[in-house]
Each structure stands twice: as structure tokens, then as C-alpha cells.
């Protein structure tokens, strides 16, 4: 009767254990599975349904933009993402690698005085979603940096920020730009 007493215990015990590593993730590892996805489509004039969409831009006192349906850059195109001080707040920067950058800098000398509407994705799942930001392109911008001031709380941005952090070292191995 002893034998199977300590053969249950020994069960207990290693079930108890894997039952721990699975279910109890430190908040690094919550945070190491954050994503975020980001579209950045270029502002048109409304000429046909097919190739054009309305973006309503922020929550309070919202605007519309119709823009490309099909986005110029997306958070495959991301090196780094960071929340930057602006005046009154904050604003998210995102640096491009050189597809990015490449792309940036063609769409925003070809666009001058458009807007370009940023769409994310983020939380868990992906399930919030919304457009944060619509920029009017004042200049070209060559180095590959947007900064914009997002429709989002400072929360929000930093789990915008660590989504497409964690997916840029996804995409690109563990690589990040350093400036």
C-alpha cells in the first residue's frame, strides 16, 4: 500500500510542475507575444469603390480622408518603434529599414500636401483596431523616420510600440535599428 502512495505523490508533484510551467507566464514572456500591425495608406480622391476607402481619423471630432485601399507600407517594413516627448504629450516615431524608407520617401515626395492615414491593429489578438493618425505630408522625408500623435492613450501607444517591436524582430531576427 506504501508503493502506490508515493507513486500518486510523484504524480501530483509532476503534474503540479508542468502544470506551472504552462500556466503561470512571466509578464516578459506576456509582453515577448504582443503584436501590433500597421498600415499606412496615401490619400486620393474617391474614384471608384474598388480601389478607394473612407478612413474616419480620430474618435473625438472625427474627419475623413478617403484613401488607397491597398496600403504603400506596412509593419513588415518596420525597424524600430518607439514613443517619442512632443509638445503637449507624446507622439509614436517609426523608423523604416530600407525597403521602408525607400518606399516612405517616394510616396511622400510624389504626394506633397496629402495626408497619409496610419491604421494599427494591436491588443490581444488584434482585436482593437482603428485609424490613429492622418498626417499631412508637408515634405519628403528621406531618412525613413514618421512621427506622428496618435488617437491613443500613452498605454496604448507603448502597446502599439512593443507589438511592432516584437514584430519587426519577427521579421528581421533580432536585429533593431540603432541610431
Not at 67 to 73: I, Q
Request: hydrophobic share 40%; net charge positive; glycine share 8%.
Amino acid at each position: 500500500m506504501m508503493v502506490h502512495r508515493n507513486r500518486f505523490n510523484i504524480y501530483l508533484v509532476l503534474g503540479l510542475c508542468v502544470g506551472l510551467a504552462w500556466g503561470c507566464q512571466s509578464p516578459e514572456t506576456k509582453k515577448k507575444k504582443e503584436l501590433a500591425a500597421l498600415r499606412l495608406h496615401i490619400e486620393t480622391n474617391p474614384h471608384g469603390m474598388q480601389q478607394t476607402e473612407v478612413a474616419s481619423i480620430l474618435r473625438e471630432n472625427p474627419f475623413e480622408v478617403t484613401v488607397e485601399k491597398t496600403p504603400f507600407l506596412t509593419d513588415g517594413s518596420v525597424a524600430e518603434a518607439k514613443i517619442v516627448n512632443a509638445v503637449g504629450g507624446f507622439a509614436i516615431s517609426i523608423q523604416f529599414n530600407r525597403e521602408g524608407k525607400w518606399l516612405l520617401e517616394q510616396y511622400t515626395a510624389a504626394n506633397h500636401g496629402r495626408k497619409i492615414a496610419v491604421y494599427c491593429q494591436f491588443g490581444k489578438d488584434l482585436a482593437q483596431h482603428r485609424w490613429l493618425a492622418a498626417p499631412v505630408i508637408s515634405k519628403r522625408i528621406s531618412d525613413g523616420l514618421l512621427v506622428f500623435t496618435p488617437d491613443a492613450s500613452r498605454e496604448e501607444a507603448e502597446e502599439i510600440v512593443l507589438g511592432l517591436n516584437n514584430v519587426a524582430k519577427k521579421m528581421h531576427g533580432n536585429w533593431i535599428h540603432e541610431q
